[in-house]
């Protein structure tokens, strides 16, 4: 299955802190997607990082990616009370036409 | 412009009764996707459709559950005979084609959430 496993299942800190969410998968993939949902923007794409990159960067975020290790980190950093949220992993490959499959995901709480 | 919308947002209905659930596409999207969201767990996969073909159905979980998209764009999911364990959100995505620079994002609506009682 391509289904990626979020780490932890919960995450709560203050705002300006750093947030680091961890996702594992079990099989190769052709790229990993970050996903954010929250009640007021339902689900939202937030980075895709392809299996040769090693990290990406968008702004506040930051991706890794260790294929050897089959797992992926985003980092949040400078947290507002906005980036609460869930926080799911997707890791894609197998089909052709980029069918997603989400673990449970991160929930994390920034508090102001 | 415009994004995926969704409609109707909330739909409460009795078991047994048959739901006919709506998503609008973002214009010129060639993928369309259909997940199911239970409280607390992260969306599962229901079916996909690349234009008018339904190419991927494998996450229907029983005859109950059909979707159409009969010219490509709008789409349907309709669930027969509704039962208590139907409740959830359902959410439609649609991405671009292939070829795109953003053709493996997937642009996901509101949602419908759905109680059966």
């Known amino acids: 299955s391509q289904q990626g496993e979020e780490d932890p299942q919960a995450l709560s800190i203050q705002e300006g802190e750093n947030a680091t969410m961890n996702c594992s998968y079990k099989?190769?993939?052709?790229?990993l997607q970050w996903y954010r949902q929250n009640s007021g923007r339902g689900l939202v794409h937030l980075i895709l990082?392809?299996?040769?990159?090693r990290e990406k960067h968008s702004g506040r975020l930051r991706v890794t990616l260790d294929t050897s290790k089959k797992s992926s980190s985003l980092l949040i950093t400078a947290s507002r009370a906005a980036d609460t949220a869930s926080y799911f992993c997707?890791?894609?490959?197998?089909?052709?036409?980029?069918?997603?499959?989400f673990g449970q995901g991160t929930i994390l709480t920034v508090h102001p | 412009g415009a994004g995926v919308s969704q409609s109707p947002r909330y739909k409460v209905a009795k078991r047994g009764q048959d739901v006919a659930l709506r998503c609008d596409p973002i214009?010129?999207?060639?993928?369309l996707f259909w997940y199911q969201q239970a409280l607390g767990q992260g969306p599962e996969f229901l079916t996909y459709?690349?234009?008018?073909?339904?190419?991927?159905k494998s996450g229907l979980p029983s005859d109950r559950f059909f979707a159409e998209r009969p010219e490509g764009s709008v789409s349907t999911l309709k669930i027969q005979r509704t039962q208590q364990e139907d409740s959830a959100v359902y959410l439609c995505?649609?991405?671009?084609?292939?070829?795109?620079?953003?053709?493996?994002?997937?642009?996901f609506g509101p949602g419908t959430r759905l109680l059966v009682l």
């Open positions: 990082i392809r299996s040769n990159e």
């Open positions: 099989t190769s993939i052709n790229n």
């Open positions: 214009s010129g999207h060639v993928s």
């Open positions: 997707a890791p894609t490959g197998g089909t052709s036409y980029g069918k997603l499959t």
């Open positions: 995505a649609s991405s671009p084609r292939w070829g795109a620079e953003d053709q493996e994002t997937q642009y």
């Open positions: 459709f690349q234009n008018e073909a339904q190419l991927d």
